[in-house]
């Protein structure tokens, strides 16, 4: 999911509202137009995760957005 966002405080509620508490990891990332950014991987290995969605928000030219990414644990573990 995505939304315009203003404020960090804005990014990390709808960030809170749309995250699903039994998926196995809630991933996002938010950019703001003042420089203000961040980014989680929740669990998920180093890397793996917030900064490729923060990645692809910054090579989109998007600003004022967060992104949430939900990912279900299905039993086999990916790139193995």
Same mark, same amino acid.
């Given at each position: 999911?995505?939304? &315009?966002?203003?404020?960090?405080? +804005?990014?990390?509620?709808? !960030?809170?509202?749309?995250?699903?508490?039994?998926?196995? &990891?809630?991933?996002?990332?938010?950019? $703001?137009?003042?420089?203000?950014?961040?980014?989680?991987?929740?669990? +998920?290995?180093?890397?793996?995760?917030?900064?490729? !969605? $923060?990645?692809? !928000? +910054?090579?989109? @030219? /998007?600003?004022?957005?967060?992104?949430?990414?939900?990912? /279900? /644990? @299905? @039993? !086999?573990? $990916?790139?193995?």
């Amino acid at each position: 999911r995505a939304r &315009h966002v203003r404020t960090s405080d +804005e990014a990390m509620a709808f !960030i809170k509202d749309n995250s699903d508490p039994k998926a196995s &990891h809630n991933c996002f990332a938010f950019s $703001l137009s003042g420089g203000a950014q961040r980014s989680s991987n929740d669990g +998920e290995p180093g890397g793996t995760a917030g900064p490729p !969605i $923060l990645a692809a !928000i +910054e090579g989109s @030219g /998007y600003q004022d957005v967060a992104v949430v990414v939900t990912r /279900y /644990y @299905g @039993g !086999i573990k $990916l790139g193995t």
